[in-house]
Structure formats: C-alpha cells, structure tokens
C-alpha cells in the first residue's frame, strides 16, 4: 500500500499560491507581446503559420488561442508538478 492514500489535501495557503501563480502565467501567456512574438517566431518558419497565430497587431487568431490554451495548461502542470516534488521533500 502506498503513502498516497493518506496525503493531506493542500492548504488555503497552497491553493492561494497555486491560483496567484497560475494567474501570472496567464499574464504572460495570454498577453498580446507574446502573441506578437510568437507571430514572428513562426514566421520565420512560414508567414502563412505566423498569421495562424496572431495579427500584426497582436490579436489571437482562433489557432493562436487554441495553442496558448495548449501551453498555459502544460506549463501549470509541469508547475504543479515541480512544487509538488518540492513541496514533498520539504515535507519529508
């Protein structure tokens, strides 16, 4: 049998920093500098990817929005992750 079973649920203070840090992520995610640099990142590959992503002005196109869904989810779960672990040998 495992040690899982008897894991304590997270702290309000853990919640608290989980939610302020997911919120910062979004702040840099989701702001329109990062569309626009990730317009010219792609099109350096291809101009037609780049104009998937976002307008010259940095307005999310319906697959810009979709891919920084995409990595706002990964990087709070590799987060998670990693405060998780930390959290875990802090604690043992």
């Not at 626009?36 to 291809?46: A, D, P, Q, T």
């Not at 979709?66 to 998780?84: K, Q």
Request: hydrophobic fraction near 50%; charge should be positive; charged fraction near 10%.
């Amino acid at each position: 049998m495992t040690n899982d079973v008897f894991k304590k649920p997270p702290r309000i203070g853990e919640q608290l920093g989980y939610s302020f840090l997911s919120g910062f992520i979004y702040l840099v995610v989701a702001s329109p500098l990062t569309y626009r640099l990730m317009r010219s990142f792609f099109n350096m590959i291809s101009p037609t990817l780049g104009n998937y992503i976002a307008s010259a002005s940095g307005l999310a196109t319906k697959g810009g929005l979709l891919l920084h869904a995409f990595v706002f989810s990964m990087i709070v779960f590799l987060t998670m992750l990693v405060v998780g672990n930390i959290n875990e040998d802090f604690i043992n």
